[in-house]
């Protein structure tokens, strides 16, 4: 695929965002900043921060979305800076690692800057205050790459310790550890559908769901090095070392091509623009390009007004994206339409009218070898219909079986039809005693097919089954139906059967209706009904849960049981995404998000008057405990600060390790004290240790250092 247009810079770009303003802006191996116009990509303006980047497989610059901060890493990689873009001026250092820094992140709304690094550390400021807010689950190994979801507070962190962890960074509350790679983690992505991808140093990439916390699909290896990975809401993109763009289908994760786009150079960045349906790479040549992954759409459609359907299969090649598009979709119905009247054709031995039929797709090599076959199919077609009329029924479905397109005639429906007429007439017949000879008789036609004969010999052996199966319908004991089905196939060939499959599909339309009139009883006690059905079990089980606990929800929503309400919120992310679901969520992430501030001033009784409303709902303790350990924190460093009396600060230390355990913030925090007084005996890991997880509200203190 060609680029829609592109424009060389002298040094590979790293980094890439649309701004506000609607331009772009663009970051070199230099740190080069630029900024570009939209359309024309001609330089509007820009700065140097001259820090060159050598080594830049991960994320080593970010922007905020506003352009107002950047981060980047020293060219020593020894610190992680925050600058503000208009005075230029660090904000924020980060040299609390132990080794190199190796990635930095700003979160989309450009509140919070992450730091990882080779300590499997990630130091997480306000970009606000500059202040150190508290660090991820740590890692045993590097952290290779941090990402961030699109439409929650979940940030990702990928490390060679082979395992990804997912974070709350707005509730600084871990969400999930995910162990599945067999190799080091190198880049992450959140997908659609509370989907996340990780890609490990074997190019092996897993899909994880969130929701159950487990794999949901492993991607079959690549032979190339995945480098940047970028996603839609229909595809997921991998870039590699060898500049290839392959392209993936988030509805079944299957491959749509392996070589999407190739370019000339190993590929530096890779983001999909949802605006104009661009993916915009990059590369180390300094190559910025943009393809259009619907690109030939509008050619398409006319080739489709025209009846060129020749040629709008041939654009699918070039790109093979447009097969999932609306007008190939319609295309595809009129194939199969096509292919249903050729059929009816052959089967009136009109073969030169079915040729005909097919038009223009005789002329597509793929639909040609489906034409050919359908015609090799019906060559004996003539044969099967002398078989049927002359009652050769063994013969005839022998045929069939060898030509299944014969499936479609009239003629077997037809046949199958007279069958089931006749197998329901022998099934009642076998209810009364000496009828085994009538039976066979009436049924010899189907004696020389071997699927139908079985069912005969199942009839005459096991009639009694048959009565219990008829007495468990009318009694609607649908779990004992299925369970004589199961153990008898041979049910299945009854009227009845297909009359019970019929009211599950009938049942479980009306369930759908009920739901969406608002008849949630009604609903509730069909549901209770459909579970007896395999085929809608799981899905009715799904379903009646969910009811039930929106049931329950709307229940305390109206009674304003503002516990009862968190509790199912934070325990369901189904409700967590309803409307109410939101709008709770939203009024305790703008509440934490102030009480963060109290605790970056150490003011406690600040803290207390935003969360007091939070202290009897236990999902929501660790995040208040990381609230308050900031708040602890804030003021441990303000006495090491003031140079504040050392047993007390010990004494501080010794709280906050027994209140909330020993974590990386205390840990470097403890280094900085060590450095500003003499002689520190006191030795961190020996001090008893609790942790966020059995911290209560009831354990607060207005001052950690009294």
């Not at 005459?460 to 009565?467: E, Q, R």
């Amino acid at each position: 695929m060609k680029a829609v247009k592109s424009k060389k810079f002298s040094e590979a770009i790293l980094f890439y965002t649309k701004q506000v303003n609607s331009t772009i802006l663009v970051v070199d191996k230099t740190t080069s900043v630029r900024i570009l116009d939209q359309q024309s990509l001609e330089t509007l303006g820009g700065f140097k921060a001259n820090i060159n980047h050598v080594w830049y497989k991960n994320k080593v610059v970010d922007f905020t979305y506003d352009g107002a901060y950047f981060a980047v890493i020293t060219e020593d990689a020894k610190q992680s800076r925050l600058y503000d873009a208009r005075t230029k001026k660090v904000n924020i250092r980060i040299n609390r690692h132990h080794g190199e820094v190796t990635c930095v992140a700003i979160d989309p709304k450009g509140r919070y800057f992450f730091s990882g690094g080779e300590d499997g550390r990630t130091f997480v400021s306000d970009t606000k205050s500059s202040r150190l807010l508290y660090t991820l689950p740590t890692h045993v190994d590097t952290i290779n790459d941090i990402k961030f979801s699109k439409t929650s507070y979940l940030v990702a962190t990928a490390s060679y310790d082979k395992r990804v962890q997912v974070f709350n960074y707005a509730t600084m509350t871990p969400f999930a550890s995910l162990k599945g790679h067999a190799a080091p983690v190198m880049k992450v992505e959140f997908l659609e559908n509370f989907m996340l991808c990780s890609v490990d140093k074997n190019s092996s990439a897993v899909i994880w769901d969130l929701s159950e916390q487990k794999v949901f699909k492993r991607l079959p290896g690549i032979h190339d090095e995945i480098v940047q990975i970028a996603s839609n809401e229909s595809f997921l993109f991998f870039a590699t070392a060898l500049g290839f763009v392959i392209v993936y289908d988030l509805k079944n994760f299957e491959q749509i091509s392996r070589k999407f786009i190739k370019v000339s150079a190993r590929i530096t960045f890779i983001e999909y623009d949802k605006e104009q349906n661009y993916l915009v790479v990059a590369d180390e040549s300094g190559e910025l390009s943009y393809y259009d992954i619907y690109k030939g759409i509008d050619k398409m459609q006319t080739y489709m007004n025209y009846g060129d359907y020749d040629k709008v299969y041939s654009l699918t090649k070039d790109n093979p994206i447009l097969e999932f598009t609306d007008t190939y979709k319609a295309l595809d119905e009129i194939w199969k339409k096509v292919y249903e009247e050729a059929s009816l054709l052959l089967q009136k031995s009109q073969k030169d009218e079915a040729m005909k039929a097919f038009g223009s797709f005789i002329n597509i090599p793929h639909k040609k070898t489906r034409i050919k076959k359908l015609f090799k199919d019906y060559e004996e077609f003539d044969k099967f219909l002398l078989m049927v009329k002359n009652e050769k029924l063994g013969l005839a479905y022998s045929l069939v079986n060898q030509h299944p397109a014969y499936k479609e005639s009239e003629v077997y429906k037809a046949i199958e039809k007279k069958w089931r007429k006749l197998f329901t007439h022998a099934q009642k017949m076998s209810l009364k005693p000496r009828a085994k000879e009538k039976i066979k008789e009436l049924l010899s036609p189907y004696r020389g097919v071997s699927e139908k004969t079985k069912h005969i010999q199942e009839m005459l052996v096991k009639s009694d089954i048959f009565t219990r199966f008829k007495n468990s319908i009318i009694k609607k004991d649908f779990k004992m139906v299925f369970e004589l089905v199961k153990v008898n196939p041979f049910l299945k060939e009854f009227p009845e059967y297909f009359s019970v499959i019929s009211f599950g599909d009938s049942l479980y339309i009306k369930i759908n209706k009920l739901i969406q009139s608002g008849n949630i009883h009604q609903a509730i006690k069909l549901l209770k009904v459909l579970v007896d059905f395999p085929d809608f079990k799981e899905e009715a089980y799904t379903m009646l849960y969910d009811i039930e606990l929106r049931d329950k929800f709307y229940k305390v929503l109206e009674d304003s049981n503002y516990i009862e309400i968190y509790k199912l919120i934070d325990n369901s992310v189904a409700l967590a995404n309803t409307p109410e679901g939101i709008k709770y969520n939203n009024l305790w992430n703008d509440d934490v998000d102030l009480s963060k501030v109290y605790a970056l001033n150490g003011d406690v009784i600040g803290i207390d008057g935003i969360l007091d409303k939070y202290k009897d709902i236990s999902s929501k303790y660790m995040s208040i405990a990381s609230i308050y350990s900031l708040a602890y924190m804030t003021q441990i460093e303000e006495a090491i600060r003031r140079k504040k009396d050392k047993s007390s600060i010990e004494k501080a230390f010794k709280s906050y390790i027994l209140y909330f355990g020993l974590d990386d913030y205390i840990g470097s925090t403890y280094e900085l004290f060590c450095q500003k007084y003499e002689d520190v005996q006191m030795i961190l890991e020996s001090l008893k240790k609790g942790s966020k997880k059995q911290w209560r509200p009831s354990m607060r203190v207005i001052d950690i250092l009294e």
